[in-house]
């Protein structure tokens, strides 16, 4: 499976890995219990972007998926939640994950908590505050969870009064969308690999960063 790592991460990642710590000791029920299919709930919205929430979930599967995990499709799995009255995570996220679990028939449930998402005019970044945490769809327990207090940038576009129209189209959206996924590949790249990844059940000797990460995400 091919992984996309982008080269904005690559200092991320190589700070990461100045930890003593691996995989395996720090997310040791992933190993466990081997999740291989995850729902993704609709983040938990606490900043004053009214849009993030759209913005971000639309995000989270793909970095998931080449993982190795296989992710419930966010758009069917919308429909269902908001059917069911279940779209508010916050709901259900220290609740019992059972009737996810029986109904979507998957292994781990993925809750996303929006603290800061702010971009100010002008300025070619957002400043973001994500908490992701992963749970047992059969326990409740936590398999995963880590934080990122992030400066995301993005590309600005090219030159040109052509460039400028376009940018001037599409920023409000592409931005967004480009700062949720820089953030996904950052803070998920410790995740251990799923059961259809090409280092399942062997990178538990991989080294990790801290749980709570603060730094930068570059173009």
């Known amino acids: 499976m091919k992984r996309y790592i982008p080269?904005?991460?690559i200092m991320a990642l190589l700070s990461s890995c100045a930890s003593k710590i691996t995989r395996a000791e720090m997310y040791p029920k992933m190993y466990e219990e081997k999740p291989a299919t995850i729902l993704v709930m609709p983040p938990i919205n606490n900043s004053n972007n009214a849009d993030a929430k759209e913005y971000f979930y639309s995000?989270?599967?793909k970095p998931l998926n080449e993982k190795g995990?296989?992710?419930v499709s966010p758009n069917m799995a919308m429909d269902i939640l908001k059917q069911e009255s279940a779209y508010d995570s916050e709901l259900f996220v220290n609740g019992s994950l059972t009737p996810f679990r029986n109904f979507f028939?998957?292994?781990a449930v993925l809750f996303t908590t929006i603290n800061k998402w702010e971009k100010k005019s002008g300025l070619s970044y957002i400043l973001v505050d994500i908490a992701y945490t992963l749970k047992s769809a059969k326990t409740g327990e936590v398999l995963f969870e880590r934080?990122?207090?992030?400066k995301v940038s993005f590309s600005s576009g090219g030159s040109g009064l052509l460039s400028m129209a376009l940018d001037m189209l599409n920023t409000a959206m592409t931005d967004h969308v480009v700062a949720?996924?820089?953030c996904n590949y950052y803070v998920l790249a410790d995740m251990p690999e799923g059961k259809y990844g090409l280092d399942y059940m062997k990178d538990g000797g991989v080294k990790v960063g801290d749980k709570k990460l603060k730094g930068s995400v570059g173009k």
């Open 180 to 182: 949720a996924r820089r």
């Open 59 to 61: 995000s989270l599967a």
């Open 69 to 71: 995990y296989y992710v």
């Open 7 to 9: 080269l904005m991460c």
């Open 147 to 150: 934080d990122g207090e992030l």
């Open 105 to 107: 028939n998957v292994d």
